[in-house]
């Protein structure tokens, strides 16, 4: 204990009254050393709640139990073969005692290591439950351990936050400034301010600078990157300059793009900072802006990651667009966010619309949608009985028949005006001649005009309907028709816009046209045929001289381009149908009443036409007068209309992946996550919806991912889910030419090195504030800017400017960060060709961040660097010459004393 | 911030809409005017927008590639292999006695581009055998009437040669090393169901054959998939099968034409406007590589012999210029030396013998010990110094660099401290620092023991370099410390107190209530410095 801290305890009981003991007791607190103690365990705490997952931390206490038993069994047998051979070996000599003692402590120590090994561990070593078996073995909180295992405290719902985030969090923040405070009171109330303690005094000053620093460059800290998109390369080859940028992304701050569109303006997009968003749990991932599909189908969406319950985030306009500037967005729009999915795929759902707001009715693309349920009735089992749901959309070939092995069911409406079976599809009841799996429907329409010439025999009056098998040849009107090949599925996707995901029955059919066919114009050629049992609409020829051309199979109702010219749209001299009996075939033709407008509510009780087709091709139909109704389509099995809507539109949304089909280093980016904002209006309570928005990683290049709002006034809005985009201060970058560095034979990258061009915005009077100038950025070359620290300033010019840089916020560091791997890799390829001069790259990355203060950290960091061999070696040094030579004047004075005592 | 919520304009929905919409119009009118080049470089522009979504970071370890993937379609360079059910494949009896009538030395030393960078086929082979089998050299147990075993061990070349060149022989044979006991024993209970014989000599031997693997690989993935440790044996599992089923196409093994272009595949069809003797020893080794493949099937160890040293004669004929040479040599000598086993052996041996000297007092004892430890650090030196040149960085970029580099640090302080102040215990300590981390980085299953190119920043950053040395020099030394630390625990506890405690601190390697046992002994602590380490003094 230091005199002066005697001192001042003294005059702290002196000078404090007995009614001011709190101030007195918080005084000495902060006084104190063990404050400081406490403090920086409560840091080292933190720390390890920051990087070590709690479920690790639950399994201390049992570690604990297996170091314990290890060290009890283990040292137990080693001290008991050691103590009675301490006491045997006394009266040897050293050299044979130890080596004994050596010899049979080892061995004693092996043993009992490898007993614990073979018969203690088995029994205590945990394996967690097998898919068939139980857990064995010993562990405390064992599934909260497993459940845990890589989840850190900062993950968990209701915390969500970053390492750096967690580490410049509240508690961290407290526990630094009360030791900082600590520091001081102690340093100006413990210590002498004398030269001995320049050493601990250096110390403490330079921790706190440290903390003093890291508040300065922690309020003005920003770090982020920005793409830099490369130029198009001149006639021989070489880059030109990309597009500049100005701006660059934030780490780790979100933001909501809005932009607002209008006929008459487009208004500039505008970012809401986003306070509060999850990271790494799942919230209210089923938040739809209405009915769903999906809900009606009763189909739940398992989070991937804890469900952290409802979520309500108000996004707020910024403060500058408050402040009396005119509006980017008008001020009735609302937003708020109300869900969050941290790592899902988009999958498209339908949500129930009203024609008239959405403009489906205006534009005449409504998609009524209808539910249906397929109940199977054991009458023996009532309470085996299942229900299944499905949902049709009749307008839509891909979502108008639900499939199964077993059956299908498809789902028309029929046109206005027809009495239920609909006009362009006269197969639908056309009964097989024989049973099979197949039958072709064929007629030729130019039957009506007469005889075809050259034909012996007379046009057929009516439509053929042949049973079919591959290999067989029919013939009618002079056409020959040979089957070539019939399947259940087309040996290709559907990829005709609007069949794209659908799938049918599908025939080739060689058809051999009559010469006569030539006399009247037509096309003599032999074509294939590709029938479709349930699109004849998209029914294609290929013709035979072409044939080899094409690779692939045909790209229904492709257009004809020169490289596909052997496949063409059906010829319609003669048409050709399937009709598909391989299996239970149900279809349900809702009729329309006669007078219902195009687009009206469905009417409460519809009736139709239904007709089966049992496998092999008998035919069953009749009428339902209410589709509501069950109608038994096979013995037990009915079908009935639950619900019908108007109109539906696609909505996309998230599904969850399941977190061992994760990308690891992916989680807690918001690369893979979605965001669900929900749009309202001021003025209109009872409007709302809610739209998922992908997370856009770099804005400039992430249009796609941008969804559109539709107000029922006819406002739209452009929404993005992305990083707050911050300005460079005065200045833009663009990259004139990227290159990979890679180690001999195109080995693993070297070095990756961006040219990159620094311009300064030049102002309203056209002054700049510095030259542009270009810099090679490389891994560790990074480019400063706007001062330049690798130019030529002069000597105190560039030192001053390196220290003001070292405090300016607005001076930043640009690190090449990432790279355009797939298109170097692509580039080299062609260049290999022959095609380009030299690989290059579509973008670069660099990552953008300021240091303000961090010379005033390292400033700490020498001060402590320097005061502590002071306290450790100087002091003591100091302390024993000054000891000694006080020692040596004391022994001089009793000298002198005694002398003069002995003198006298 | 001129706007502060606004995003920048010029940028978002102008800048590069505009550009792009740009390139589209002149993509669309100009393109079939432009050059070549030109017409790919706007290609590829406009084709870009999603990818860098997800860009790769500049900063990551190179993706590793153990099969070469650019080569996978091409022909096996010694020929397809035989599969024919019908054929009773050799008996382990037969392999080993044609291996043991081989010389694959002449292959040994020949280079081979694989993973990044040019090493030698010896390299190649210990990393495939390791991957694959778990260990080095793979071993199998020949069965002997009576219930009698023997071991045979087959070198790592003569492995991998075999898993290319005969691959069937191994689809019974206990081939791929599943590291995760519950998952071995899962796959042992599914193959070999109610054998508890054949279950536990596959759990010993920690390996299954390429046929359990096959045929319970998905149902293993069925049961297991969802947890973490299976599901990782099962992606090392197939890696193993993949190595197994595909190192044909890792036989890059004739030097390409210059610095830029990549390494040629033995099968691949000779480059155009190569040079007349290039094409001819290019053509000579293809055939010797085709001869090889028929001899060993054939079990012809002397045609064999022949096709080995007619290959290994013809390949650095290729290209000469640019096949390295002295390189090979250090890489075989370093991948012989074992450096970094022998270093914990002999570090091993140096802290017996140091122990004992404390133990006994013996000078000579002592002075074996130092020796000891002078050759540890010697061998563990080279080791370190050969991986920096192979490397061709300062090899302590990776977990296993890492620990071999701290421990050297460590290793040769500790010596130096020695040297400087005569105290064994330095000596003892540095010997126990290098036998303890050696052991662990070359006996665990530490990453990075194969030299593999590292994150790019790693090899340039001169700042980089000095902070991780010096960390990992603190490390080493923190290390050093501990131990120095618990000699001393030691001997307070088990020792005779505190004249143990000084006599340690003295240096002595005998207690000083034993006086005359040679000039160590005479070194005793100054009281001082005993009053000093028992009354600390603290900073104020």
């Known amino acids: 204990m230091s005199l002066k801290w005697q001192r001042v305890k003294a005059w702290d009981d002196a000078f404090f009254p007995a009614w001011a003991c709190p101030a007195k007791a918080l005084l000495r607190a902060l006084s104190s050393i063990w404050l400081a103690v406490i403090l920086l365990s409560g840091v080292v705490v933190y720390g390890i709640l920051a990087s070590v997952p709690i479920g690790m931390l639950a399994l201390l206490p049992t570690w604990l139990v297996y170091a314990g038993l290890f060290v009890a069994g283990v040292g137990g047998i080693t001290i008991a073969a050691l103590a ?137 800290k920003r770090e982020g990157n920005t793409l830099l998109q490369a130029g198009p390369t001149t006639e021989r080859g070489d880059p030109t300059p990309g597009p500049p940028v100005g701006f660059f992304y934030d780490n780790v701050e979100t933001v909501l793009v809005v932009q607002q569109l209008s006929f008459r303006e487009m208004r500039d997009p505008e970012q809401r900072r986003l306070a509060g968003v999850p990271r790494y749990n799942d919230y209210n991932v089923e938040a739809t802006p209405g009915q769903s599909v999906w809900a009606a189908l009763a189909r739940t969406l398992e989070p991937a990651a804890p469900d952290g319950g409802d979520l309500s985030l108000r996004v707020e306009s910024s403060r500058s667009q408050q402040a009396g500037r005119t509006p980017l967005v008008d001020p009735d729009i609302n937003f708020r966010v109300v869900g969050y999915a941290s790592y899902a795929e988009r999958e498209t759902d339908w949500v129930r619309a009203d024609p008239l707001a959405s403009g489906a009715l205006m534009s005449g693309t409504l998609n009524p949608l209808r539910l249906v349920d397929l109940a199977a009735v054991l009458p023996e089992a009532p309470e085996q009985s299942t229900r299944v749901p499905f949902f049709f959309m009749p307008r839509l ?109 599908v025939a080739q059919v060689r058809v051999v046209p009559p010469a006569s066919l030539a006399d009247s114009g037509g096309d003599t050629t032999p074509y294939t045929r590709w029938v ?53 075939q149900v279809t349900i033709v809702e009729a329309a009443p006669a007078d219902a407008p195009p687009g009206a509510a469905p009417t409460p009780a519809p009736g139709g036409r239904i007709v089966i087709r049992q496998r092999g091709g008998a035919l069953r139909a009749f009428d339902a007068p209410n589709l509501r109704e069950p109608f038994e389509i096979v013995q037990a099995v009915t079908l009935a209309v639950t619900d019908r809507w108007a109109h539906a539109e696609p ?45 856009v990683q770099y804005l400039e290049i992430g249009t796609d991912m941008a969804r559109t709002v539709r107000l029922p006034d006819g406002r739209q809005l452009r929404l993005v889910f992305g990083r707050r985009q911050h300005r460079l201060p005065g200045f833009q970058v663009r990259l004139v030419d990227f290159q990979m560095l890679a180690y001999d034979h195109r080995g693993a990258p070297r070095d990756y090195q961006s040219i990159v061009r620094v311009e300064p915005i030049v102002d309203e009077r056209g002054r700049a504030a510095f030259d542009a100038f270009e810099h090679v950025t490389k891994l560790n070359a990074p480019l400063t800017a706007p001062f330049n620290t690798h130019a030529d300033h002069g000597l105190v010019a560039g030192l001053v400017g390196r220290l003001a840089a070292g405090l300016d916020p607005d001076q930043y560091k640009f690190s090449q960060a990432g790279w355009d791997a797939e298109g170097w890799r692509e580039s080299q390829t062609l260049a290999d060709q022959g095609l380009l001069p030299r690989p290059r790259a579509r973008f670069t990355i660099l990552q953008v961040g300021n240091y303000p203060g961090i010379h005033v950290i390292a400033l700490g960091g020498i001060l402590m660097a320097l005061g502590i061999p002071w306290a450790f070696y100087v002091k003591p040094w100091l302390v024993r010459r000054r000891r000694d030579s006080l020692a040596a004047a004391a022994r001089g004075s009793t000298t002198e004393a005694r002398r003069h005592g002995g003198g006298t | 911030m001129a706007v502060e919520s606004s995003v920048q304009p010029t940028s978002l929905s102008r800048a590069a809409h505009t550009l792009r919409i740009a390139f589209t119009r002149f993509f669309a009118r100009a393109l079939p005017c432009l050059p070549p080049c030109l017409r790919v470089s706007v290609v590829m522009l406009l084709s870009f927008p999603a990818l ?131 998952l071995r024993r899962a796959f042992l209970d599914s193959a070999l169901p109610g054998d508890e014989a054949a279950q536990q000599r596959y759990l010993m031997m920690t390996r299954i054959t390429p046929r359990m693997a096959a045929e319970h690989y998905l149902e293993m993935v069925d049961r297991f998939g969802t947890q973490a440790p299976s599901r990782r044996g099962l992606d090392e599992l197939d890696r193993a099968m993949a190595l197994w089923q595909e190192s044909a196409a890792n036989m890059l093994l004739v030097a390409p034409e210059s610095r830029d272009d990549s390494w040629h595949h033995l099968s691949e069809p000779l480059p155009p ?77 140096s802290l017996i013998a140091l122990v004992l000297a404390f133990g006994t007092g013996r000078r000579a004892v002592a002075g074996v010990g130092v020796a000891l430890l002078i050759a540890a650090i010697g061998m563990h030196g080279f080791g370190f110094v050969a991986r920096c040149v192979l490397a061709e960085r300062f090899a302590i970029q990776n977990q296993f660099e890492s620990m071999t580099g701290v421990s050297l640090f460590a290793a040769i302080v500790g010596l ?89 601190a003295g240096g002595a390697v005998a207690p000083p209530t034993e006086p005359g046992r040679g000039r160590l002994l005479r070194r005793q602590l100054p009281a001082s410095a005993t009053a000093c380490s028992r009354t600390s003094t603290r900073p104020r």
């Not at chain 1, 996550?673 to 997370?695: H, I, Q």
């Not at chain 2, 090899?459 to 370099?465: E, F, P, Q, R």
Request: charged share 20%; proline share 8%.
């Open chain 2, 416 to 504: 130096a401290l020695t040297g400087l102040f005569r105290k064994y215990l330095y000596g003892a300590a540095a010997a126990a620092t290098g036998f303890l981390v050696l052991i662990a980085a070359t006996q665990t299953a530490i990453p990075g023991q194969f030299i593999e190119r590292e994150a790019a920043i790693l090899n340039t950053s001169v700042l980089l370099k000095y902070h991780v040395t010096t960390v990992l020099t603190s490390y080493g030394l923190i290390t050093l410390g501990m131990v120095t630390s618990l000699f001393y625990l030691g001997a307070h506890y088990f020792g005779r107190g505190a004249s143990s405690v000084a006599a340690l």
């Open chain 2, 273 to 349: 406007g190569m040079d007349a003797a290039g094409a001819k020893a290019w053509r000579d080794a293809s055939a010797a590589a085709a001869d090889l493949g028929r001899a060993w099937r054939a079990s012809d160890a002397t045609a064999a012999n022949d096709a080995i040293t007619r290959l290994a004669a013809a390949l650095p004929t290729i290209n000469a210029g640019l096949y390295p040479d002295s390189r090979r040599s250090l890489e075989l000598a370093y991948n012989r030396a074992g450096a970094f086993e022998w270093g914990w052996v002999l570090y091993f041996l």
């Open chain 1, 651 to 695: 909505f996309e949304r998230p599904v969850p992946v399941p977190p061992m089909q994760q990308n690891r280093e992916m989680v807690g980016t918001h690369q893979r996550a979605m965001l669900a904002v929900e749009v309202s209006l001021a003025n209109r309570s009872d409007w709302r919806t809610v739209v998922w928005l992908p997370f």
């Open chain 2, 52 to 182: 860098a979504q997800t860009a790769p970071a500049g900063n990551a370890h190179p993706e590793s590639a153990l099969v070469t993937e650019q080569a996978a379609a091409l022909p096996n360079p010694f020929g397809d292999p035989v599969f024919d059910p019908t054929v009773a494949p050799l008996s382990l009896a037969d392999k080993g006695d044609f291996a043991a009538a081989l010389d694959l030395a002449p292959l040994r030393s020949l280079a081979v581009f694989h993973n990044g960078r040019v090493k030698i086929l010896d390299t190649l082979a210990r990393e495939t055998v390791r991957q694959i089998t778990g260990r080095t050299t793979y071993q199998d147990v020949i069965d002997a009437p009576g219930g009698e075993t023997t071991k045979v061990s087959f070198e790592p070349l003569f492995t991998l040669l075999d898993l290319v060149i005969d691959p069937t022989f191994y689809v019974d044979r206990p081939l791929l090393h599943v590291e995760y006991l519950p």
């Open chain 1, 84 to 220: 009675p051979t301490l006491a045997l070996t006394r009266p040897l000599t050293r050299t044979p005692r130890f080596l004994m003692l050596l010899g049979i402590g080892s061995l004693a120590a092996g043993v009992a290591a490898w007993a614990w090994l073979r018969f203690a561990w088995p029994m205590l070593e945990y394996h967690a439950p097998t898919g068939d078996g139980e857990a064995t073995g010993f562990r405390l909180f064992a599934d909260f351990a497993e459940r845990y295992q890589s989840t850190t405290l900062r993950r968990l719902p209701g915390i969500e936050m970053t390492e750096l985030e967690f580490y410049s969090a509240l508690p961290m923040r407290v526990l630094l400034l009360v030791f900082v405070l600590n520091m001081v009171v102690a340093t100006i109330r413990r210590i002498a301010f004398e030269f001995v303690n320049l050493g601990v005094l250096t110390v403490h000053t330079g921790i706190v600078l440290i903390a003093l620093g890291s508040v300065y460059y922690a309020s003005q």
């Open chain 1, 397 to 505: 070939p891909a979502h108008r028949i639900a499939e199964t092995p077993a059956f299908a069911i498809e789902y028309r409406i029929a046109e206005v005006g027809e009495s239920g079976i609909p006009a362009n599809d006269p197969t639908l009841e056309a009964p097989l001649p024989q049973p099979g799996p197949y039958a072709l429907w064929v007629r030729v329409p130019g039957r009506d005009e007469g005889q075809i010439e050259g034909q012996g025999n007379a046009a057929t009056a009516d439509p053929q309907v042949w049973t079919i098998a591959p290999g067989q040849v029919y013939e009618i009107d002079g056409f020959r028709l040979e089957i070539t090949d019939v399947s259940p599925e087309p040996p290709f996707p559907i990829v005709t816009e609007g069949y794209r995901g659908s799938t049918s029955a």
């Open chain 1, 532 to 584: 479709y049992a349930r699109f004849p609409e998209i029914n294609q020829d290929l013709v035979e001289q072409n044939q080899a051309e094409s690779t692939s199979g045909p790209a229904a109702n492709a257009p004809m381009s020169p490289p596909m010219s052997g496949r063409r749209d059906a010829d319609p001299s003669i048409d050709i149908r399937l009709i598909d009996a391989s299996k239970l």
